[in-house]
């Protein structure tokens, strides 16, 4: 969905106090003056900051079926018989662990009350149904694992195809809605948690059953074991949750630093730079930075091991001492004769399952808290963009004759002012339109409501005698051909490049000849795969083109719908002078055929158009023939073209 540059966070920057920390930086040569650090960054404003920290216990636990529900919905919706198969995996493991223990509890006093021999005679029976619950745990827990391995990478692809498909979906206004990109991100990071979620899911739940497991098996043989078992576990639970605030809490320290440098570390490495990064010297400097990011999140890093290791040899200790409290009341119970030597060993070992269990409750469960998060968001923002999904009518609308805006504006929501102030136009087919205006002018806004990329806030727009507002959005753009500012330099086969958005033919006739068109056909034809070649340099076997081989292509592909209108957005600003003149000299052939609306800077290509219409602060300034407007006195196109001439 995004660049690896697009996927951080951009961070608010803040000057940064004197910490008195000790950065690595590279050697400098005597008298040299070193750089000065890269400020501090801090996310201020990022939603779950401090999550875990200022949450309590009951937070955490109210937050963690949640997000275990959250998990079971998304499982359930790409694989119904891996999720009734994890399901069904671990209440059998946990069958299989009670099992384990009765048998085990069964067969103790028949080994320590009776002769060796006959001992194992009577206990064999027993002893056999232990084994055989063991090895079914575990067979259960393998094949819990084996249908998460299967369910995991199923629910990342959900998640993130849900998430991408809502974006293409989305009316154009849904970009501009304050705060849409943030939420955005947050709900691509909850996206990207999903890969581990079953898994996750799968180790805490496991956690759980074995802990109801043994403490349902200590319950029946005495009800103190239970009371015993809580004394020998709760130091654990409690020193896993203070370790996971730690490691949380170096890890929200460390967040924008680790985002910031992973952003940076695709820039220094990224071949698109690396011109500029050479030929202006800029290593050194970007070297210092780089190093002192990495040295900031180190020292973070280390400066939460000491607290860590205080934390959990604590808890070690005190766990160690109510263990030792609870052989103590095991071997006064025995000695009282109100417990049996047996039933004592039985709880020992379902006190080391249950701390077991209980351990990875704790850990998993701090996780699941942390994903429940994100998943929180990632659905919220799912409901959002559903939303803002492009849904206006179901009018389907056949290629227009005429265009008609009907007192039109737009005014975006973010906005007091509007960008396009109510205007009345009308455009026909066969006609060749030039929109000029300076920056901000209100031309790309006036190329959306033509083509119905956005609706009016005021006023209609008809294609013939249909108001876009109540047409078929899909049916429109069937008949659009556009050539934005920015176009996408798609990572496939140059073929695809051209044909993409059209159903592919059985010949590559059309692809040529669109290829013809606009200059491309030699370039192409010199690529090793021809139209095969894979147009990604960044990729084993792909090839590159320049900015003015990319426009070219970007034209082909519109001139290859054949659409009924055409918009071409400063189509040429990065070819050369043959390649311009090509592009508008096929526009020029093509035009009885369409509508064609082209926007451009170099006023010199405007002489093409059969009428220019001269935007300024949102509202047409002026309109008519190119030579009529240049020699009428007070034109702002006269005076854009008379700039241009004394450049």
């Known amino acids: 969905m995004t660049s690896p540059q697009d996927k951080q966070v951009a961070p608010a920057v803040e000057a940064a106090p004197d910490t008195g920390e000790t950065l690595a930086v590279p050697a400098a040569r005597a008298g040299t003056l070193l750089p000065a650090a890269p400020p501090e960054l801090d996310y201020n404003g990022r939603k779950h900051r401090r999550a875990m920290d200022d949450a309590t216990l009951w937070e955490m636990a109210r937050r963690i079926p949640t997000a275990l529900a959250q998990t079971a919905r998304l499982a359930w919706s790409v694989d119904r018989r891996m999720t009734i198969t994890i399901v069904v995996c671990q209440l059998l493991s946990g069958l299989g662990t009670a099992v384990m223990l009765s048998a085990v509890a069964d067969a103790l006093p028949k080994l320590t009350t009776a002769e060796t021999r006959q001992g194992l005679e009577q206990a064999w029976p027993a002893l056999t149904v232990a084994v055989l619950a063991m090895a079914t745990g575990a067979t259960m827990w393998i094949l819990a694992d084996w249908a998460t391995r299967r369910l995991n990478p199923k629910i990342a692809s959900a998640a993130d195809l849900t998430l991408v498909d809502l974006h293409m979906r989305a009316e154009l206004s849904a970009y501009d809605t304050e705060g849409f990109t943030d939420r955005s991100q947050a709900a691509e990071i909850g996206a990207l948690r999903a890969v581990d979620l079953a898994d996750d899911a799968k180790t805490l739940t496991n956690g759980l059953v074995q802990l109801v497991s043994a403490a349902t098996v200590l319950t029946s043989l005495h009800p103190l074991l239970l009371g015993v078992l809580l004394l020998s576990v709760i130091p654990r639970g409690l020193g896993g949750v203070i370790a996971a605030r730690i490691d949380y809490r170096v890890h929200d320290r460390t967040i924008s630093a680790r985002n910031v440098r992973g952003m940076m570390r695709w820039w220094l490495t990224t071949a698109d730079l690396a011109d500029e990064l050479r030929a202006n010297t800029m290593r050194p400097y970007l070297h210092f930075w780089y190093r002192t990011m990495c040295d900031r999140v180190e020292g973070r890093e280390l400066e939460g091991a000491r607290p ?278 096929e526009l020029r052939a093509m035009a009885p055929g369409r509508i064609t609306i082209v926007v451009t800077h170099r006023l010199d290509n405007v002489k093409m158009a059969d009428r220019v219409i001269v935007l300024d602060g949102g509202r047409i300034r002026e309109q008519g023939r190119f030579e009529d407007l240049i020699a009428t006195e007070g034109s702002l196109l006269g005076e854009l073209h008379a700039l241009s001439q004394d450049r």
């Not at 001492?321 to 025995?334: D, E, H, N, P, Q």
């Not at 009308?426 to 959306?448: C, H, P, Q």
């Not at 090793?528 to 894979?534: A, E, H, I, K």
């Open 308 to 585: 860590y290791l205080l934390v959990t040899l604590l808890a070690a200790s005190l766990a160690g001492v109510f263990t030792l409290g609870m052989w103590a009341s095991l071997a006064a119970l025995v000695l009282t004769g109100a417990m049996s030597a047996a039933i004592a060993g039985t709880a020992v070992v379902a006190s080391q399952t249950a701390g077991r269990a209980l351990n990875s409750i704790v850990r998993y469960g701090a996780v699941m808290f942390h994903h429940g998060l994100y998943l929180s968001d990632y659905y919220a923002f799912v409901d959002e963009v559903r939303s803002m999904a492009t849904a206006r009518g179901t009018t389907q609308v056949k290629a227009p004759q005429q265009i008609s805006l009907q007192h039109a504006g737009f005014t975006y929501t973010s906005k007091d002012t509007p960008a396009l102030h109510p205007i009345t136009l009308t455009l026909n087919r066969g006609e060749v339109v030039a929109l000029v205006g300076e920056n901000g002018a209100g031309k790309s806004t006036l190329i959306r409501l033509l083509t119905g990329l956005t609706t009016a806030t005021e006023g209609a727009v008809l294609w013939d005698d249909t108001d876009l507002a109540t047409a078929d959005a899909e049916s429109v753009w069937r008949h659009v051909g556009l050539v934005p500012q920015k176009n996408g330099h798609w990572p496939l086969a140059a073929r695809e490049n051209i044909t993409l958005g059209q159903p592919r033919e059985h010949n590559d006739d059309r692809v040529w000849a669109a290829a013809e068109q606009v200059g491309m056909a030699d370039a192409l034809r010199a690529l090793p795969g021809r139209l095969d070649t894979l147009l990604a340099r960044s990729v084993w076997g792909g090839h590159e083109l320049s900015g003015g081989q990319w426009q070219r292509l970007a034209c082909g592909r519109a001139m290859y719908r054949e659409p009924a209108v055409l918009v071409l957005d400063e189509p040429t600003s990065e070819m050369d002078a043959r390649g311009e003149h090509q592009i508008f000299r």
